[in-house]
């Protein structure tokens, strides 16, 4: 596999080699958002986590259990999922991604502004000055 520099936001490096993280391990792995760092052990990654069987999603994602609740419950966290246009791995965070009918890293969104709806734009536009 070959080496991935992953720079943040602010263009540091954060991971000399992405080997090991955002592998689309259907059983799991590390989840690394590249704008902002997020790190974290994701259990899934697909459509339809299998500890819980009622979900599916429209996009592959990367689900972890919800450490917060006992292995019985099927509740879950979705951690992020990959920007439609760039092939980035953003987490959720407003500050990194949003999603209208797939996921959009904020980068691709800004760029592609007036390809979203009016009422999209606005929340895009809402987001990106809270960043400043």
């Known amino acids: 596999m070959a080496e991935k520099t992953v720079k943040n936001e602010n263009g540091e490096n954060m991971e000399s080699e992405c080997n ?3 592998t689309k391990d259907e059983k799991g792995g590390t989840f690394l958002c590249e704008n902002c760092g997020l790190r974290e052990t994701y259990h899934h990654y697909g459509r339809r986590p299998p500890f819980h ?3 599916a999603f429209q996009d592959d994602c990367y689900v972890m259990r919800d ?3 006992s292995q019985a419950t099927s509740s879950f966290l979705l951690l992020g999922s990959t920007c439609t246009v760039c092939d980035r791995v953003v987490c959720q965070a407003t500050s990194c ?3 209208y009918t ?3 890293c904020v980068g691709c969104a800004e ?3 007036t390809e979203f709806p009016k009422e999209m734009q606005q929340r895009i536009n809402k987001a ?3 960043q400043k």
């Open 102 to 104: 797939a996921r959009f």
């Open 20 to 22: 090991e993280v955002n």
């Open 97 to 99: 991604s949003v999603y």
């Open 111 to 113: 760029a592609n502004l």
């Open 53 to 55: 069987r009622g979900v």
């Open 67 to 69: 450490p917060f609740q």
């Open 128 to 130: 990106h000055t809270h």
